[in-house]
């Protein structure tokens, strides 16, 4: 059932956008029963912003060569890529809208991911300083330009940070 519902609601948010997809439409692209769908999430916003989330999964290994830039720089990339798939960004923007007042889930796992590489002996910068100079920039594309993603330069946003912080 989950993989029909994921793949239902990519599908939907990519003809119609996040905020027109509703539990009833998921169900019926998905072939499954709404009941099911609404004792998992309760609604369509929690239901997004859970797939949003798990489209870049937070159990998944950080690169961990011993360099932090190249780790840095690895990671950053990972994100482009992924938030260069159209349905991803797409996702994203439903899981941020979703979460509305509160840190989405997408942002919470990128924030311990940050706080991870900061946390390492070479590090000489915060979480926040990763979450302000490698992760918002390409969020924001991600977010409000999705088609510039593929231009930018993972190591640019790294070597501010590093450059910044050294």
């Known amino acids: 059932m989950l993989a029909s519902v994921r793949k239902a609601v990519e599908e939907l948010i990519s ?5 027109a997809v509703t539990i009833p439409m998921v169900a019926e692209r998905a072939g499954v ?3 099911s769908i609404y004792r998992r999430w309760g609604d369509a916003r929690t239901m997004i912003n859970d797939l ?3 489209r870049l999964d937070p159990d998944r290994g950080l690169p961990d060569t011993g360099d932090l830039r190249t780790d840095l720089t690895a990671w950053a990339q990972e994100m482009i890529n992924h938030y260069s798939v159209p349905v991803n960004a797409a ?3 439903g899981g941020a809208a979703s979460a509305g007042e509160s840190e989405s889930d ?4 990128r924030r311990a991911e940050a706080a991870r590489f900061a946390a390492r002996p070479d590090s000489a910068f915060s979480g926040d300083d990763v979450i302000d100079r490698v992760v918002a920039p390409i969020i924001y594309r991600a977010v409000f330009l999705p088609w510039t993603l593929p231009e930018v330069e993972a ?3 790294v070597d501010d940070l590093c450059d910044r912080s050294g």
């Open 15 to 19: 003809e119609r956008g996040s905020e």
């Open 33 to 35: 029963n709404h009941s």
């Open 52 to 54: 949003a989330t798990y």
């Open 91 to 93: 996702l994203l923007r």
């Open 106 to 109: 997408c942002l919470r796992d």
């Open 155 to 157: 190591r640019a946003y």
